[in-house]
Structures are given as C-alpha cells and as structure tokens.
C-alpha cells in the first residue's frame, strides 16, 4: 500500500513531492514544481472573512510578485502575515499597498526593500 509522501518539516510546513501533487501541464497558473509549494495555518483575523483563525493556505512560493494583485504570505519585519498586496504604479521606489480584509486594520504601504513576500495564497481549506 502507498503511503502519503508528505513530510512536515519545519512544523506548520508541509513539503509536497511530486508523486504527491504531480504538475498539471492544464493549469498554468499553478506551480509547476511541487516543492515550492507550502500550506500554512492562519492565525488571527486580520483577513476575516476571507482567511479565518485556523483555515489552512496552499501558498505558491514561485509568485513574489503582487501582480496582479492578490493575497500573499509576506514577512513584514514582525513575523509571516497573510494580507492582500496591491502594487502602486509608478512609485519609486517599488512599492506595495498592504490590505487586510477585516477593515478593524487599517492599510498601509511598503516600499519593496522594506517587507518580502513568501508567495501568493492559491487555495485555502477550513475546518467544519
């Protein structure tokens, strides 16, 4: 009997293998190489209701660049956050519009060299 080929290393990260998550040549936009896939446990409700305390996040770590805009893991100089990144044309230098989804946090911008995204969130499960 084949046994599930995923290894949890650090905790919280989960490494898939290919035989685990074989690329599907159908969807482009997916990463093509499982092993820069990562799934992540939310914690806080900065992103409710979108991301709840608890929900799980499949993050692609070949997407670090918030274009199109979307929802990315990012490390902000406090720690990884789950937050909705917008680029700001013509800013120099490079900068990002930092959202999250509960409006009782406020928005606040970033320039490139001052926080660095992880990747972007692709799908996300919750506990019933």
């Given at each position: 009997?084949?046994?599930?080929?995923?290894?949890?290393?650090?905790?919280?990260?989960?490494?898939?293998?290919?035989?685990?998550?074989?690329?599907?040549?159908?969807?482009?936009?997916?990463?093509?190489?499982?092993?820069?896939?990562r799934?992540m446990?939310v914690?806080?409700?900065?992103?409710?209701?979108?991301?709840?305390?608890?929900?799980?996040?499949?993050?692609?770590?070949?997407?670090?660049?918030?274009?199109?805009?979307?929802?990315?893991?990012?490390?902000d100089?406090?720690?990884?956050?789950?937050?909705?990144?917008?680029?700001?044309?013509?800013?120099?230098?490079?900068?990002?519009?930092?959202?999250?989804?509960?409006?009782?946090?406020?928005?606040?911008?970033?320039?490139a060299?001052?926080?660095?995204?992880?990747?972007?969130?692709?799908?996300?499960?919750?506990?019933?």
């Amino acid at each position: 009997m084949a046994s599930w080929p995923a290894v949890c290393v650090p905790p919280r990260w989960i490494f898939l293998r290919t035989t685990a998550w074989p690329p599907c040549p159908a969807r482009q936009s997916r990463a093509r190489c499982p092993a820069q896939l990562r799934i992540m446990h939310v914690e806080g409700d900065s992103m409710a209701p979108t991301l709840l305390d608890g929900d799980a996040v499949l993050v692609d770590m070949t997407r670090q660049m918030p274009n199109p805009p979307g929802i990315f893991v990012l490390d902000d100089g406090m720690g990884l956050v789950a937050k909705r990144l917008e680029h700001i044309p013509n800013s120099d230098p490079p900068a990002v519009r930092v959202i999250s989804d509960n409006k009782l946090y406020p928005e606040y911008e970033r320039t490139a060299d001052e926080i660095r995204i992880i990747g972007r969130i692709r799908w996300f499960a919750r506990e019933m």
